[in-house]
């Protein structure tokens, strides 16, 4: 595997080289941005962190971080200064996190929105590399632009693979947009209650806590409401949970993103109508 732009930062908590490190990877993550991963998949995080070293944990960031929204002590800080501060951060959050490896890709969003066999190349390169169980990505019904650009580039870095290379579940995290919608018996669940570990991770990112996105907050409200409001007749098994969408059997059957998608909201349409019918 060889990573093409020559923007691209390589780390590894622990001092080692971190492409053999990547190796080890058990639960892959493929975000947008700095802050990205640790917001969506922060309960797969935190599984591999408690699993003795059984399952590990690994990060991409595919684009820059450059268009930041930035205020206070960062006001002043132009594209070139963002880029450089958010890439510590994000190597800060993997450290905190004990991930096998943390790649930043160096993208910039307009690049990732226009595709290109590059890109996904890439990608495939640093899927096939990593050989993850599970490959996470952002949920296709997010409403931000470069967070489903980058989610169609990771579908089709996984379908460009041989079928034997292919993680063998993928699943797409609540981001930009929630999850809450889709359907019970669809959701992928995993556990976000260690609310301590998910302050401090995301602390990190002190350039857009102090720019104005209270992000940290944020996620752990979110989290509690999905524990809250996930079953209406049982008694909550945890206080705080994050939602994913898993497309395996769908994506692997042959349906295309917006057909996964437009199934999904359908289901969803068909549930709330039904129900409403029934009461009126």
């Known amino acids: 595997m ?35 991963i640790e917001i969506e998949a922060f309960g797969v995080i935190s599984a591999c962190l408690k699993s003795g ?16 929204p930035r205020a ?57 590399a990593a050989s ?5 990505t952002h949920n296709l019904a997010d409403k931000h632009d470069t967070h489903v650009a980058v989610a169609l580039r990771v579908l089709e870095a996984v379908m460009s693979l041989p079928k034997d290379k292919r993680p063998k579940r993928v699943v797409c995290l609540e981001g930009w947009r929630d999850l809450d919608w889709l359907g019970d018996s669809e959701k992928a669940v995993f556990d976000s209650s260690d609310e301590k570990l998910a302050l401090k991770i995301l602390g990190v990112y002190k350039s857009q806590i102090a720019g ?30 994050c939602f994913g969408f898993d497309v395996t059997d769908e994506l692997y059957g042959g349906k295309s993103p917006e057909e996964i998608i ?17 009461f009126s």
Do not use: W
Request: net charge negative; hydrophobic share 35%.
């Open 132 to 136: 993850p169980e599970t490959l996470y």
């Open 212 to 241: 104005g996105k209270r992000y940290d907050l944020a996620s752990v409200g979110r989290r509690r409401a999905n524990a809250t409001f996930f079953a209406s007749h049982d008694v909550d098994e945890a206080e705080s949970l």
């Open 53 to 68: 070293g059984k399952r590990r944990f690994s990060g991409v960031t595919v684009t820059d971080g450059a268009g930041s």
């Open 72 to 128: 206070g002590e960062y006001a002043d800080c132009s594209d070139e200064d963002m880029k450089k501060i958010r890439i510590k951060e994000q190597n800060a959050a993997a450290k905190i996190g004990g991930y096998a490896a943390m790649i930043q890709l160096g993208y910039s969003s307009s690049a990732v929105k226009k595709g290109g066999e590059d890109i996904v190349k890439e990608i495939a390169g640093i899927i096939e």
């Open 2 to 36: 060889k990573l093409q732009n020559q923007n691209a930062v390589l780390y590894q908590p622990e001092g080692k080289d971190a492409l053999k490190a990547l190796s080890e990877t058990t639960d892959l993550c493929i975000g947008a941005h700095q802050d990205d």
């Open 262 to 278: 437009r199934g999904a909201i359908e289901r969803f349409e068909k549930d709330v109508i039904s129900r409403v019918s029934r």
